[in-house]
């Protein structure tokens, strides 16, 4: 059984034969009127003009990425072609001006016109063209017959366009879509818009341009994970001064260390933090209360917590995280009866530092306590060391 192949190719290679004929016969009857006219050598005054079969790989069995490509170049508008069934060829014209050598030429006014040069017009040429695409069997681009304006190199067998619901269509237009929307190839706008592809596109285009949406944004966030930013939060606050009786004290919030508004640092999660301890201080009656057991061990007379709140933030498009609402406290209890003797001062100190090298926001801050009574001063400490969402608080009283 002869495949289509074989078909198309024997027919293509007998019309290209026979149109090479006709023209060969057309320049010898040139040459020899214009030598019997006195021209001294007619074969160089001429135009040289033959076809043959072409066995480029355009002229072969496509693929439909190969199709899909041919369109996305110019040179196809289609995705049902015959090529894609092995059921189309094409010819090559080889061309040389006046006294040159011939080459491949798509330039076919140059090849067959009215001038002295040319030794047939090309309204022969398409006719004879005609005759012999019917005499092999042949259609044109379009399926018809005769000279195809635009692609009249290409053959075909008849009834060769695939359906529009064949697995190789669609997979042509899935891949025109992919090279054009996804790797940034040239765009076809008389295949686009043709009415005869513009409504089978239209999904391969969508599903094309979701995914070049998604692959730009993952590739956002992989430079962005690579992104490491800095920054730093300084404050300085006396929270108490000379408090001689209980108090709470919320000082001023740190300024925040969070990424640019022109980062998109994508979906924020922020996790709470806290971390406080106390310095207590007894007076003496208490200590021999508790050491006869007629007080609470747990209470104090004096008792001065301190510590911070903050949120440690995360963001999904960056590997760092950062800080914000960093707030210090602090709360005085005192209970003895000599309170108005005693006084309290609290002074706040803290830097947080987020380095380029660094995952997480890292820093101190520091409470410095005196507490005045009638008989001794006390100086203690309270310190909190933060590292991103992990916070130590610990106290020194002397």
């Not at 059921?87 to 006294?99: D, E, M, Q, S």
């Not at 709470?272 to 301890?277: E, G, M, N, R």
């Not at 520091?366 to 006390?378: A, E, G, M, N, Q």
Request: charge should be positive.
């Amino acid at each position: 059984m002869v495949s289509t192949a074989a078909t198309i190719e024997g027919k293509v290679k007998a019309f290209a034969k026979d149109i090479t004929k006709f023209l060969n016969a057309k320049r010898a009857s040139k040459v020899a009127s214009l030598k019997k006219a006195g021209t001294a050598d007619p074969d160089k005054a001429l135009v040289t003009a033959t076809f043959a079969y072409s066995s480029g790989k355009g002229s072969l069995s496509r693929s439909p990425e190969k199709q899909a490509e041919m369109v996305s170049g110019g040179t196809s508008w289609t995705c049902a072609g015959a090529h894609m069934v092995d059921k189309a060829r094409h010819v090559k014209l080889l061309y040389g001006a006046p006294g040159k050598k011939a080459a491949i030429s798509w330039e076919v006014r140059k090849a067959f016109g009215s001038g002295k040069e040319h030794f047939c017009s090309l309204a022969d040429l398409k006719k004879k063209w005609a005759s012999l695409m019917k005499t092999h069997g042949l259609k044109n681009f379009k399926g018809g017959d005769g000279w195809g304006e635009g692609d009249a190199f290409h053959f075909e067998l008849p009834d060769s366009k695939v359906p529009h619901s064949d697995s190789r269509v669609q997979a042509c237009l899935k891949h025109y879509a992919e090279i054009t929307r996804v790797e940034g190839r040239g765009r076809n706008t008389k295949f686009e818009t043709s009415s005869v592809w513009k409504g089978s596109l239209a999904p391969h285009l969508k599903a094309a341009e979701e995914k070049k949406k998604k692959r730009d944004a993952e590739k956002k966030r992989e430079e962005l994970k690579k992104l490491q930013l800095e920054g730093a939060s300084t404050s300085t606050e006396t929270l108490l001064k000379s408090v001689n009786g209980s108090k709470s004290k919320t000082g001023k919030t740190f300024a925040a260390i969070l990424p640019g508004k022109d980062i998109e640092a994508g979906k924020k999660v922020s996790t709470p933090v806290s971390a406080a301890s106390a310095l207590k201080l007894d007076s003496i009656m208490r200590d021999i209360l508790e050491g006869l057991g007629l007080a609470d061990e747990k209470d104090a007379d004096i008792a001065v917590i301190c510590g911070v709140s903050y949120s440690s933030v995360t963001f999904a498009n960056l590997t760092q995280s950062f800080i914000e609402g960093l707030t210090p406290t602090c709360d005085v209890s005192l209970k003895t009866p000599a309170a108005r003797f005693i006084k309290v001062t609290v002074a706040m100190s803290g830097t947080v530092r987020l380095a380029k090298s660094a995952k997480a926001p890292r820093g101190t801050v520091t409470f410095d306590v005196t507490i005045d009574t009638p008989l001794k001063t006390f100086k203690g400490k309270v310190q909190v060391t933060l590292d991103g969402s992990h916070a130590i608080s610990g106290s020194t009283l002397k």
